[in-house]
């Protein structure tokens, strides 16, 4: 069911500082660097067949509200699975609500992703991406 991380998105203070860490400490360059017009700045990486994504959240926003409260660190964990629908059905049929329409949300890099509400997932956000590698 679940083959590999996908990704591993961090909510960061600083998006030029984390890159200039994994650059000095890793070796790492990034693949994308992003500023958003609602004032957000993102960063993303590619190590094999997973990507390591970095947001520095807009003044305001739920995330800089999250920052705020705990700190930088892992915002979620996207696990690749294969059939999205099939697995949406069955984790409404446990009990899950899952966010978006019918169950999906679109991320801002093309795919569709399914996102287990946390107050279901013990606090914690799950996300799966349909991913055919």
Request: charged content about 25%; cysteine-free.
């Amino acid at each position: 069911m679940l083959k590999f991380v996908h990704h591993i998105q961090y909510v960061v203070n600083s998006r030029d500082e984390f890159v200039a860490y994994l650059e000095k400490n890793f070796g790492l360059k990034p693949d994308e660097v992003e500023d958003r017009e609602d004032g957000s700045k993102h960063v993303l990486f590619k190590v094999d067949q997973t990507e390591i994504q970095a947001s520095e959240p807009a003044a305001g926003s739920t995330q800089a509200q999250y920052l705020a409260q705990h700190g930088p660190g892992v915002a979620h964990v996207a696990w690749a699975i294969d059939d999205a629908t099939q697995l949406a059905g069955q984790l409404r049929a446990n009990g899950n609500t899952l966010r978006g329409e019918q169950g999906f949300t679109q991320s801002a890099h093309g795919y569709s992703a399914i996102n287990i509400d946390p107050k279901d997932s013990m606090g914690i956000h799950f996300q799966l991406i349909e991913d055919r590698r």
